[in-house]
């Protein structure tokens, strides 16, 4: 068990209202990851962070901003949420040469978000 | 910008024989491997195998291998002796020219069939 959770694990909301997910790890590690997922398309990178307070964008960052805090927190805010938005939403960390030498990520459960 | 391929979107296969699952990326850097994540209909994102890009021979866990081929960037997985709970959807995931991060494909969802 990586230690990962992500909270709410289901939310509705409506357009325009702010959302923040939450993810918190357990294990230290420097690196942490949200993924939005959608048919047809896999995962798709929005934030990811090396550190606290370090973020950097990844492939679909529009319309979302992240903070990092502690080391164990890694927030991910919708300032204005839209339709286009309803994903479902995994965070990760990455365990530095956990396999053979690898950097895997390791996934939190999921959050479904529906934005009306 | 990084590009991963997975051009089967559903595979059927049989209880109890193999499958292989394609894979192709395009990468201008591959220092970093290959990895392979399953999701069942649970949801949860779990990884499979890691091939490295310099390793010598394919990567094998269990009845999960890689059909590796460097020059044609591809990297296919095979699943041996398909089990029920095979069925699942499959990403490939390459990091894109550096180690902080992970491109995936589109994702094959696997059925086995009994």
């Known amino acids: 068990d990586a230690g990962i959770t992500q909270s709410p694990r289901h939310k509705v909301t409506e357009t325009g209202t702010p959302v923040t997910l939450r993810c918190h790890q357990t294990?230290?590690?420097?690196?942490m990851y949200w993924y939005r997922q959608d048919p047809g398309h896999g995962l798709r990178l929005i934030h990811y962070?090396?550190?606290?307070?370090?973020?950097d964008k990844g492939e679909v960052s529009d319309g979302y901003s992240v903070s990092r805090s502690k080391t164990e927190d890694f927030l991910l805010t919708l300032e204005s949420a839209t339709s286009s938005q309803t994903s479902v939403y995994f965070c990760?960390?990455?365990?530095?040469?956990?396999?053979?030498?690898?950097?895997?990520?390791?996934f939190g459960a999921g959050s479904r978000l529906t934005v009306l | 910008a990084q590009k991963i391929t997975q051009t089967q979107p559903g595979m059927f296969v049989q209880e109890k024989e193999a499958v292989t699952l394609d894979c192709t990326y395009d990468?201008?850097?591959?220092?970093?491997?290959l990895f392979w994540y399953k999701q069942p209909s649970s949801g949860e994102m779990i990884f499979l195998i890691y091939?490295?890009?310099?390793?010598?021979q394919n990567a094998t866990e269990g009845r999960y291998s890689l059909n590796f081929q460097k020059a044609r960037k591809s990297a296919n997985l095979v699943i041996s002796a398909s089990q029920l709970g095979d069925s699942a959807m499959y990403f490939c995931?390459?990091?894109?020219?550096?180690?902080?991060?992970?491109?995936f494909g589109s994702g094959t969802q696997l059925t086995v069939l009994p």
């Open positions: 990760a960390i990455r365990a530095s040469g956990a396999h053979s030498g690898a950097n895997v990520l390791t």
């Open positions: 294990e230290n590690h420097r690196y």
């Open positions: 962070s090396y550190g606290v307070k370090d973020t």
């Open positions: 990468t201008s850097d591959p220092s970093y491997g």
């Open positions: 091939q490295g890009s310099y390793d010598q």
């Open positions: 995931a390459v990091p894109p020219g550096s180690a902080r991060q992970l491109t």
